[in-house]
């Protein structure tokens, strides 16, 4: 049975930085893709950044050289890096393992001053 648990979502102000961690369990970690995808309310949850069981990345262009993708096999962990904060990342943020329908929880992220 996957699971996901999402954590290290909060308030910051604009230009901060956060860093989201989904501990994933249920399944074989190093084997799968992991992504993070961000839902803010009433739109519809987007992709916000991939990696693939090698370690390539991708990232949506609201995104890209302000948010890091990382993971961690030996912990089942993956990570989002957020830097420079906008009031547009605020969202509910959620990992998921390519290939499975399972979610978690979400954290949110709030950028307001």
């Known amino acids: 049975q996957v699971q996901l648990v999402e954590s290290g979502g909060g308030l910051v102000q604009p230009g901060g930085s956060l860093r989201l961690s989904c501990a994933a369990s249920?399944?074989?970690?190093?084997?799968?893709?992991m992504s993070w995808y961000r839902q803010a309310p009433g739109k519809e949850r987007v992709l916000v950044a991939i990696?693939?069981?090698?370690?390539?990345?991708n990232y949506a262009d609201s995104v890209k050289g302000r948010f890091t993708i990382s993971r961690d096999n030996a912990k089942n962990t993956v990570y989002l890096q957020m830097n420079r904060l906008k009031p547009e990342d605020t969202a509910m943020y959620y990992c998921?393992?390519?290939?499975?329908?399972?979610w978690g929880q979400g954290t949110q992220v709030t950028v307001s001053s």
């Open positions: 998921k393992a390519t290939g499975f329908d399972s």
């Open positions: 990696i693939n069981s090698a370690g390539g990345t």
């Open positions: 249920g399944f074989l970690f190093s084997m799968y893709a």
